[in-house]
């Protein structure tokens, strides 16, 4: 009997069709823990690392984890991985909603897709059954018209469904996959991958149940974490406004990122934050399976509604590009969920043309005489609709910043706001030490979520001094312990990923350790963790990474930061003056790494 | 319930005159987390699964309707019609099935009007007010789930018994599940697009 785990995965070939179900391989899962671990593992150990990621040999994994699906809070997650047509390393992407449980409960701990389908297709898997199906009538659908389409034509309104839009199929290399419509695997071009492979969805429902080794043991374990949860100082501000409370908070710290990256502070921010959306246009709290943050939000405004927008998609189409309208804010997040399109890369690549069009290197006859400004709401629509459907100019924006900033040349590369093709998030890093360096060595580029040293916001000292050796660790500003800090939250960010739980819960709010997560791991599954065994292995898993990383071609000297974030000091505001020393902080990571200068690992598995 | 729960007893024996238990639904509140299926699920049968789960929350994603559906223990009592007598009444006025009685036919499921009792490897699932201590309602922090032990003035579901003739028990359930947010719907579009 297996518990935690469902004990099976599924192999697709949609290149002759064939569907082979496998029993897990629980060492493997022992090694790996699920979800991002052991779907990194097995693209280390089953892809041919120097394909072209659009080819049929690429593979596209989807994985969940012991513990999806059981009664630990927001349980929620599933990540997508593959080798990233965008930046053309390691390429995951998580998302929440409900997709993840119901896999599970279909029986399945993950889902290998390769090949290529001859014609559209989705995927259809219940626990009795895997079909192949025909997706030709849905193909060109956007997302939230694809499942309504499958549910009505399965007359099944609650199966759980993740599609790509049209972005995905016309190979926008930063396509994203949905599940419950507005939940995204949205960074990396998964969509891309998913595209190329002529899928347009993988449908589940399953009718099974997850079963843990120690119920009243692993209840217990997650009655301390809901009574952590709800007793955190943040609970409130989270449950109202999710993630959208950081639009006030880092305006009131000086690191807004506002007209791409020009500023960190954004004057008109009161017409954007998450409290004017929550009073505006929120109609009601959306939760992910089994949370009781309920974080997410339902909008109803006078031209669009739906779920969301997470701080990422509110500041990239405000601030990020000028522009004061949540009006607007909320039809493009709205749109983007329906075409499939991540919303940082699509609003790094606008941002980075308007700038460039400011600064006078470019003009714009060069992007087909759009009039690109700041906070030009009309144009910067148009050109979303351009870059979904690959119209125009939009085809070379499809490609992504670092892509399309080489097309043009003339020193508009500097102004390409991304480490190793993947675009910078929303939060500037020069007030913001141990993300800034989170960027820089993450193993899918630059991005946050690998690590998420929330820590360094929270200004626990006394903590800090705990955990890092100095208390300067828990000061947003110092660089002193940020490698230390970088290092441990990573693990812990790669543990939350392969249990498959939430972030903001895990990491953010702190409620989870890893000897808690030891704890839970061992009633829920009745194998053996500990938490130094559950170090060892997050530690092997990210030398892992690296090591295949490198095999796909990445250089590691850049393991950097653009220019401005090293060199052009913060003008205003708390982070005033500031900038990133970031060679510093990398050398200083490999060094507790026990990578060598160059960022090699040195003993390598 | 400080003197531990009540014992079931049998059909038309209520405990007060024309009043019942319910579980009643603030579909305003609700975020669609199925934090009630889990436990639910959980706490009843062991496992964790939406198809042994009592109560079901549909979610209508193309409108932002969170709905969780359960039994309403309606007047009309279409389940008990069980030819086998394995459909009862409980002292709360809630459904209980004697697995003893239940053959597994599935009669029950296609009656209710809603979907509320469904089979899952033939045996019917059914809200049954965890003899008065829901656990559904302990895991709501939203307060969409309220627990009303006597409560008068039965739902009435004759007219959707017609309307739903023949779908599955998800389809009952979307369909009661929007009509019942119809209200809500439009208190949204009132409230934010004026």
């Given at each position: 009997?297996?518990?935690?785990?469902?004990?099976?995965?599924?192999?697709?070939?949609?290149?002759?069709?064939?569907?082979?179900?496998?029993?897990?391989?629980?060492?493997?899962?022992?090694?790996?823990?699920?979800?991002?671990?052991?779907?990194?593992?097995?693209?280390?150990?089953?892809?041919?690392?120097?394909?072209?990621?659009?080819?049929?040999?690429?593979?596209?994994?989807?994985?969940?984890?012991?513990?999806?699906?059981?009664?630990?809070?927001?349980?929620?997650?599933?990540?997508?991985?593959?080798?990233?047509?965008?930046?053309?390393?390691l390429?995951?992407?998580?998302?929440?909603?409900?997709?993840?449980?119901?896999?599970?409960?279909?029986?399945?701990?993950?889902?290998?897709?390769?090949?290529?389908?001859?014609?559209?297709?989705?995927i259809?898997?219940?626990?009795?059954?895997?079909?192949?199906?025909?997706?030709?009538?849905?193909?060109?659908?956007?997302?939230?018209?694809?499942?309504?389409?499958?549910?009505?034509?399965?007359?099944?309104?609650?199966?759980?469904?993740?599609?790509?839009?049209?972005?995905?199929?016309?190979?926008?290399?930063?396509?994203?996959?949905?599940?419950?419509?507005?939940?995204?695997?949205?960074?990396?071009?998964?969509?891309?991958?998913?595209?190329?492979?002529n899928?347009?969805?993988?449908v589940?429902?399953?009718?099974?149940?997850?079963?843990?080794?120690?119920?009243?043991?692993?209840?217990?374990?997650?009655?301390?974490?809901?009574?952590?949860?709800?007793?955190?100082?943040?609970?409130?501000?989270?449950?109202?406004?999710?993630?959208?409370?950081?639009?006030?908070?880092?305006?009131?710290?000086?690191?807004?990122?506002?007209?791409?990256?020009?500023?960190?502070?954004?004057?008109?921010?009161?017409?954007?934050?998450?409290?004017?959306?929550?009073r505006?246009?929120?109609?009601?709290?959306?939760?992910?399976?089994?949370?009781?943050?309920?974080?997410?939000?339902?909008?109803?405004?006078?031209?669009?509604?739906?779920?969301?927008?997470?701080?990422?998609?509110?500041?990239?189409?405000?601030?990020?590009?000028?522009?004061?309208?949540?009006?607007?804010?909320?039809?493009?997040?709205?749109?983007l969920?329906?075409?499939?399109?991540?919303?940082?890369?699509?609003?790094?690549?606008?941002?980075?043309?308007?700038?460039?069009?400011?600064?006078?290197?470019?003009?714009?006859?060069?992007?087909?005489?759009?009039?690109?400004?700041?906070?030009?709401?009309?144009?910067?629509?148009?050109?979303?609709?351009?870059?979904?459907?690959?119209?125009?100019?939009?085809?070379?924006?499809?490609?992504?910043?670092?892509?399309?900033?080489?097309?043009?040349?003339?020193?508009?590369?500097?102004?390409?706001?991304?480490v190793?093709?993947?675009?910078?998030?929303?939060?500037?890093?020069r007030?913001?030490?141990?993300?800034?360096?989170?960027?820089?060595?993450?193993?899918?580029?630059?991005?946050?979520?690998?690590?998420?040293?929330f820590?360094?916001?929270?200004?626990?000292?006394?903590?800090?001094?705990?955990?890092?050796?100095t208390?300067?660790?828990?000061?947003?500003?110092?660089?002193?312990?940020?490698?230390?800090?970088?290092e441990?939250?990573?693990?812990?960010?790669?543990?939350?990923?392969?249990?498959t739980?939430?972030?903001?819960?895990?990491?953010?709010?702190?409620?989870?350790?890893?000897?808690?997560?030891?704890?839970?791991?061992?009633?829920?599954?009745?194998?053996?963790?500990?938490?130094?065994?559950?170090?060892?292995?997050?530690?092997?898993?990210?030398?892992?990474?690296?090591?295949?990383?490198?095999?796909?071609?990445?250089?590691?000297?850049?393991?950097?930061?653009?220019?401005?974030?090293t060199?052009?000091?913060?003008?205003?505001?708390?982070?005033?003056?500031?900038?990133?020393?970031?060679?510093?902080?990398?050398?200083?990571?490999?060094?507790?790494?026990?990578?060598?200068?160059?960022g090699?690992?040195?003993?390598?598995k | 319930?400080s003197?531990?729960?009540?014992?079931?007893?049998?059909?038309?024996?209520s405990?007060?005159?024309?009043?019942?238990?319910?579980?009643?639904?603030?579909?305003?509140?609700?975020?669609?987390?199925?934090?009630?299926?889990?436990?639910?699920?959980?706490?009843?049968?062991?496992?964790?699964?939406?198809?042994?789960?009592?109560?079901?929350?549909?979610?209508?994603?193309?409108?932002?309707?969170?709905?969780?559906?359960?039994?309403q223990l309606?007047?009309?009592?279409?389940?008990a019609?069980?030819?086998?007598?394995?459909?009862?009444?409980?002292e709360?006025?809630?459904?209980?099935?004697?697995?003893?009685l239940?053959n597994?036919?599935?009669?029950?499921?296609?009656?209710?009007?809603?979907?509320?009792?469904?089979?899952?490897?033939?045996?019917?699932?059914?809200?049954?007010?965890?003899?008065?201590?829901?656990?559904?309602?302990?895991?709501c922090?939203?307060?969409?789930?309220?627990?009303?032990?006597?409560?008068?003035?039965?739902?009435?579901?004759?007219?959707?018994?017609k309307?739903?003739?023949?779908?599955?028990?998800?389809?009952?359930?979307?369909?009661?599940?929007?009509?019942?947010?119809?209200?809500?719907?439009?208190?949204?579009?009132r409230?934010?697009?004026?």
């Amino acid at each position: 009997m297996v518990y935690g785990y469902a004990g099976r995965i599924l192999r697709v070939n949609l290149t002759d069709g064939t569907v082979k179900t496998e029993n897990l391989d629980l060492e493997l899962a022992r090694e790996t823990i699920g979800g991002r671990g052991m779907n990194s593992r097995r693209l280390y150990l089953e892809l041919k690392k120097d394909i072209d990621p659009l080819s049929p040999e690429n593979l596209l994994i989807f994985g969940v984890g012991p513990l999806t699906g059981s009664p630990l809070t927001a349980s929620a997650y599933f990540t997508v991985s593959a080798k990233s047509p965008l930046t053309g390393i390691l390429g995951d992407s998580a998302a929440g909603g409900h997709l993840g449980p119901e896999l599970k409960q279909a029986g399945y701990d993950q889902v290998i897709i390769t090949g290529r389908s001859a014609k559209p297709s989705y995927i259809f898997i219940t626990g009795e059954k895997v079909e192949i199906r025909d997706a030709t009538d849905l193909w060109g659908k956007d997302i939230w018209k694809t499942s309504a389409a499958i549910r009505k034509k399965l007359r099944d309104p609650s199966c759980q469904i993740a599609a790509i839009g049209p972005a995905g199929e016309h190979l926008v290399k930063y396509a994203t996959i949905a599940c419950n419509n507005s939940r995204m695997c949205g960074r990396t071009g998964m969509g891309c991958v998913m595209g190329s492979k002529n899928l347009k969805a993988i449908v589940v429902k399953g009718t099974g149940a997850v079963i843990l080794a120690d119920n009243r043991r692993f209840l217990s374990l997650c009655k301390e974490i809901d009574r952590k949860i709800v007793s955190h100082p943040e609970y409130q501000k989270r449950m109202n406004l999710g993630t959208t409370m950081l639009m006030t908070d880092l305006n009131r710290i000086g690191i807004l990122p506002t007209r791409h990256f020009q500023r960190g502070i954004f004057e008109q921010v009161g017409n954007v934050s998450g409290e004017t959306l929550a009073r505006q246009f929120k109609v009601k709290n959306k939760s992910c399976f089994n949370c009781n943050v309920h974080c997410s939000r339902y909008y109803v405004t006078e031209d669009t509604e739906g779920e969301g927008p997470e701080f990422e998609t509110l500041c990239s189409y405000s601030s990020r590009l000028g522009v004061d309208n949540l009006h607007f804010t909320l039809r493009v997040n709205t749109y983007l969920n329906r075409m499939g399109m991540d919303s940082v890369s699509s609003g790094e690549a606008i941002g980075w043309a308007i700038e460039c069009i400011e600064k006078g290197l470019l003009t714009p006859k060069d992007f087909d005489g759009l009039d690109l400004r700041w906070g030009n709401t009309d144009t910067i629509e148009k050109l979303l609709t351009m870059i979904a459907k690959r119209k125009g100019i939009g085809d070379a924006f499809a490609e992504g910043t670092r892509s399309l900033a080489e097309r043009f040349g003339k020193g508009t590369e500097k102004y390409a706001f991304h480490v190793k093709g993947l675009d910078m998030i929303c939060g500037d890093p020069r007030g913001l030490k141990a993300y800034g360096l989170t960027y820089a060595i993450a193993s899918r580029g630059a991005d946050h979520l690998r690590a998420e040293p929330f820590f360094e916001l929270t200004q626990r000292y006394d903590e800090a001094e705990k955990r890092f050796g100095t208390r300067e660790a828990a000061n947003r500003l110092s660089e002193e312990g940020k490698a230390a800090l970088v290092e441990y939250s990573e693990r812990l960010a790669l543990l939350i990923d392969c249990l498959t739980v939430c972030k903001n819960i895990g990491l953010c709010m702190d409620v989870l350790d890893f000897e808690t997560a030891s704890e839970l791991l061992v009633a829920g599954t009745g194998l053996h963790f500990t938490p130094d065994g559950i170090h060892q292995l997050l530690k092997n898993q990210i030398d892992i990474d690296r090591k295949m990383n490198l095999e796909f071609g990445m250089n590691p000297s850049l393991d950097t930061l653009p220019a401005r974030f090293t060199g052009e000091p913060l003008t205003e505001g708390a982070s005033q003056g500031s900038v990133i020393d970031i060679d510093k902080l990398v050398k200083e990571y490999y060094r507790i790494k026990g990578w060598d200068e160059k960022g090699v690992p040195k003993n390598q598995k | 319930m400080s003197s531990g729960r009540p014992s079931p007893r049998g059909k038309g024996q209520s405990r007060q005159e024309g009043s019942n238990g319910m579980i009643s639904i603030d579909v305003s509140k609700c975020s669609g987390c199925k934090r009630c299926e889990v436990s639910c699920s959980f706490i009843r049968t062991g496992g964790i699964g939406r198809a042994q789960s009592r109560i079901k929350v549909m979610k209508v994603e193309e409108i932002g309707i969170d709905f969780p559906v359960l039994c309403q223990l309606c007047k009309e009592r279409f389940c008990a019609d069980c030819p086998e007598g394995a459909i009862q009444t409980g002292e709360l006025g809630q459904i209980l099935v004697d697995a003893s009685l239940c053959n597994g036919c599935g009669l029950c499921e296609r009656l209710c009007p809603i979907g509320a009792i469904e089979l899952n490897k033939k045996n019917p699932y059914v809200c049954d007010l965890c003899e008065g201590d829901p656990e559904c309602v302990k895991e709501c922090n939203l307060g969409a789930l309220r627990f009303e032990p006597e409560k008068r003035n039965r739902v009435i579901l004759k007219t959707w018994a017609k309307k739903n003739e023949g779908l599955s028990p998800d389809e009952k359930r979307l369909r009661f599940a929007v009509s019942k947010a119809a209200h809500l719907r439009k208190q949204w579009t009132r409230s934010r697009r004026t």
